[in-house]
């Protein structure tokens, strides 16, 4: 990674920034609004990894990191925040100390720690949106439930195999990840993952916070994208509103 100790910053805050100011809808308000967000990314493994890394290169004030696990050797096929050094070594400190490097204007707050009932809601205080780079049902639909509650998106995404999804929650909106996921039961494990799959999934959700934050363009709000890498095809598909639901519904 990185290690550019003689880097001096610029008399121009946003030289970094340079080639996304230029975005019709974003220009130096848009960039001031990124850099003042709070995002929290929710398991920083394979698709935590890199929307958290793009996240931090994009210029995100506050970025808060969570996961209570170590880095193992199956990891390193798609994690790309580590390397073969870190194996046994805790996510959170090796991805705040290498995100840091990439960019020393935003601030990130590691969280070793599992996500339960108790202690995600504690987590949600001034952020802004949830990326979700969990790889369980039952972590994903618990997020789901407490983002509800507390009225912050979450920008869901998984993959299995070659396929993958997104798809962006607005609570009191939208239909929420409770509609879409009928069946709780847990996916395979280990599950199958290929890293540009997880990549193609992770950077759909890193843009997607990304247009959250600045109100640009048309958000998975509603939808959801899927991908398939078997035949390189992405298709939205409507979600609606179940009924039963007991999160999003009455």
Excluded at 82 to 107: P, Q, W
Excluded at 219 to 236: Q, W
Aim: aromatic share 4%; net charge positive; glycine share 10%.
């Amino acid at each position: 990674m990185c290690r550019d100790n003689a880097f001096q910053p610029r008399s121009d805050p946003y030289a970094r920034y340079a080639r996304q100011i230029i975005l019709p809808g974003v220009g130096r308000e848009g960039q001031e609004k990124i850099r003042a967000s709070h995002v929290l990314v929710a398991g920083i493994g394979g698709r935590g990894s890199l929307s958290s890394l793009y996240l931090c290169r994009a210029g995100v004030g506050q970025l808060t990191v969570v996961d209570s696990g170590q880095v193992q050797v199956p990891d390193l096929n798609r994690q790309l925040l580590y390397c073969e050094k870190d194996v046994g070594e805790n996510k959170v400190f090796i991805a705040v100390r290498r995100l840091s490097e990439i960019n020393s204007e935003t601030s990130v707050h590691p969280v070793m720690q599992e996500i339960t009932e108790d202690t995600f809601p504690e987590l949600l205080r001034s952020v802004d949106v949830v990326v979700d780079g969990t790889d369980n049902y039952g972590t994903r639909l618990l997020m789901n439930r407490i983002c509800w509650r507390n009225k912050v998106p979450l920008i869901y995404g998984g993959v299995f195999g070659l396929k993958g999804s997104a798809m962006t929650i607005l609570p009191g909106r939208t239909p929420c990840l409770e509609c879409l996921m009928t069946v709780k039961d847990e996916n395979a494990s280990p599950i199958p993952a290929i890293g540009p799959v997880v990549g193609q999934i992770a950077t759909l959700q890193a843009l997607e916070a990304l247009k959250l934050i600045l109100h640009l363009g048309k958000l998975l709000a509603g939808e959801l994208l899927t991908f398939d890498g078997s035949t390189m095809t992405l298709t939205r598909v409507m979600i609606k509103k179940r009924e039963s639901c007991s999160v999003c519904s009455g």
